[in-house]
């Protein structure tokens, strides 16, 4: 499988205004997150209390899912990063 060029984060604008404040992307609990499917697991049981995401597509197409699921209103940014945006230069 091809590794993608870049990866993409729906978000609304107060959460962009933070991330470009502090200049840090939030992880959130794993059994908080908007999307109910990322949390299954069928041997870790209810692991999500102790792990901690931040979630991204490799998609480079845009979701209208996506925005109603991440966005308020489908009002709000899609931050778009390198793939492997921690490698050490």
Known sequence: ??????LYHYTNI???ALILKYKT???SR???VDDLEEVKTADMGNAG???FASCWTEDDE???PFWHMY???MKGV???LPSDPFVKH
Request: hydrophobic residues 35%.
């Open 1 to 6: 499988m091809k590794k993608p060029q870049y």
């Open 14 to 16: 107060d959460t962009l």
């Open 25 to 27: 992307i939030r992880f």
């Open 30 to 32: 794993l059994d908080l």
């Open 49 to 51: 209390r102790f792990c």
């Open 62 to 64: 845009e979701s209208i």
């Open 71 to 73: 966005t308020k209103d």
């Open 78 to 80: 899609r931050i778009k």
